[in-house]
């Protein structure tokens, strides 16, 4: 059996979207949803779903289709990094690479920037490093922990990591604090 491709139409057809990015269904369904009720369940830790013609698809991939009119070639990224807010102006289509390069720090990250850390050990050193492609670079070690973001910035812009700069960490520790102005 094929598996039959969501279109616009039908998304159109069974949801209305709320301005606060919940999905609402607009026909009956026999399986206990009633017209007017919040469509998908949580299938994971953030992200929940919506059952379609006994296909399973992403909520935020299905308020993608219903906006956008097409289904992403890419994957959709939350810019904000919160999975569970699917408002259509916190998605955007990006390359796999650019919403893997969209996450957090890690929980073990003091520094409060990814690709920048210490060690106590090292004095007042900061180091810097960034991934590309599964493979760890360091690139350099700087005193001045400002200097230090710059550096990864410059670094990330290098790499071209279009579509992914204002989401960046060291950008937006850099415009904060006033190291850099805001692209436009």
């Given at each position: 059996m094929n598996k039959q491709v969501l279109t616009y139409e039908r998304v159109r057809e069974l949801f209305d979207y709320r301005s606060d990015g919940f999905l609402i269904?607009?026909?009956?369904?026999?399986?206990?949803?009633?017209?007017?009720?919040?469509?998908?369940?949580?299938?994971?830790?953030?992200?929940?779903?919506?059952?379609?013609?006994?296909?399973?698809?992403?909520?935020?991939?299905?308020?993608?289709?219903?906006?956008?009119?097409?289904?992403?070639?890419?994957?959709?990224?939350?810019?904000?990094?919160?999975?569970?807010?699917?408002?259509?102006?916190?998605?955007?289509?990006?390359?796999?690479?650019?919403?893997?390069?969209?996450?957090?720090?890690?929980?073990?990250?003091?520094s409060g920037v990814k690709g920048v850390w210490s060690h106590p050990s090292w004095g007042n050193v900061w180091r810097?490093?960034?991934?590309?492609?599964?493979?760890?670079?360091?690139?350099?070690?700087?005193?001045c922990f400002d200097e230090a973001v710059l550096h990864r910035l410059a670094a990330e812009q290098c790499l071209n990591w279009s579509g992914c700069d204002s989401s960046s960490p060291a950008y937006r520790y850099a415009v904060k604090n006033g190291l850099i102005k805001p692209y436009t």
């Open positions: 269904w607009k026909v009956h369904k026999a399986s206990r949803a009633k017209i007017g009720d919040v469509a998908g369940t949580k299938v994971t830790n953030y992200y929940s779903a919506v059952s379609v013609d006994y296909q399973r698809y992403y909520t935020h991939i299905v308020i993608w289709l219903w906006h956008k009119g097409y289904m992403p070639e890419g994957e959709v990224d939350h810019i904000n990094r919160i999975k569970s807010d699917n408002r259509i102006e916190n998605l955007r289509e990006v390359s796999k690479q650019c919403n893997m390069r969209n996450t957090g720090n890690q929980k073990n990250n003091r810097v490093g960034i991934k590309v492609n599964r493979k760890n670079h360091r690139i350099g070690s700087h005193r």
